[in-house]
């Protein structure tokens, strides 16, 4: 059974940056990207950013167009463990956070999403 762990959410001003990361153990089929939603409040949840599998030997990343040139996800294939690095944070970026194994292309979520972590920007 796959588990996926967020975390490194916080507070921080607008034009600050954070980093998340997601630990996922279990993972059995290389066929399946990784990525980031987020849901803020009263909005529903959206897809963030996704990297296609990171054990294959090309891996490419995906993002949406409000954090394109803000966030930059990557992958540890050792540690089995996804990032997101937010770089200036916005007020609108303010969200719980959630990673998930998505299938590609369609960035539709495999499992059920986790608790997240959350991320409030101030402006």
């Known amino acids: 059974q796959v588990q996926l762990v967020e975390s490194g959410g916080g507070l921080v001003q607008a034009g600050g940056s954070l980093r998340l990361s997601c630990a996922a153990s279990?993972?059995?089929?290389?066929?399946?990207?990784m990525g980031w939603f987020r849901q803020a409040p009263g909005k529903e949840r959206e897809f963030v950013a996704a990297?296609?599998?990171?054990?294959?030997?090309?891996?490419?990343?995906y993002y949406a167009d409000s954090v394109k040139g803000r966030f930059t996800i990557s992958g540890d294939n050792a540690k089995n463990t996804v990032y997101l690095q937010m770089n200036s944070l916005k007020p609108e970026d303010t969200a719980v956070y959630y990673c998930?194994?998505?299938?590609?292309?369609?960035?539709?979520?495999?499992?059920?999403w986790g608790q997240g972590t959350q991320v409030t920007v101030s402006s």
């Open positions: 998930n194994e998505l299938h590609p292309f369609v960035w539709r979520p495999v499992h059920s």
């Open positions: 279990g993972r059995t089929n290389s066929n399946y990207a």
């Open positions: 990297l296609t599998d990171i054990s294959w030997s090309e891996t490419n990343t």
